[in-house]
């Protein structure tokens, strides 16, 4: 069993920065491509940025600039760096991993959330 916990969501201003952290646990051989998805209310869950293990990283043309995505291969830990946030960036932010278990199975995993707000 795999287990991802997001943290660092809150409430912020606009034009206010936020860290996620987001840590993978549990029968884990390695992880390969990890990444945040955010949905808003009303509107289907999108692609934030996303990492590969080896450091290759893309994200969505809205947060170009502003948010930046790294990750501790030697902790399972991937990270969500925001800057310059916007109320547009108001959603409940998703974290998976794309694992490989101790079964020599991949399956993809998911985070339970955390919400973000920016205030006008």
């Known amino acids: 069993q795999v287990e991802l916990v997001e943290s660092g969501g809150g409430l912020v201003q606009a034009g206010g920065s936020l860290r996620l952290s987001c840590a993978a646990s549990?029968?884990?051989?390695?992880?390969?491509?990890m990444g945040w998805y955010r949905q808003a209310p009303g509107k289907q869950r999108e692609l934030v940025a996303a990492?590969?293990?080896?450091?290759?990283?893309n994200s969505a043309d809205s947060v170009k600039g502003r948010f930046t995505i790294s990750r501790d291969n030697a902790k399972n830990t991937v990270y969500l760096q925001m800057n310059s946030l916007k109320p547009e960036d108001t959603a409940v932010y998703y974290c998976?991993?794309?694992?490989?278990?101790?079964?020599?199975?991949?399956?993809?995993?998911w985070g339970q959330g955390t919400q973000v707000t920016v205030s006008s």
């Open positions: 549990g029968s884990i051989l390695s992880i390969n491509t």
């Open positions: 990492i590969t293990r080896e450091g290759n990283t």
């Open positions: 998976n991993a794309d694992v490989l278990t101790f079964l020599k199975s991949v399956r993809t995993y």
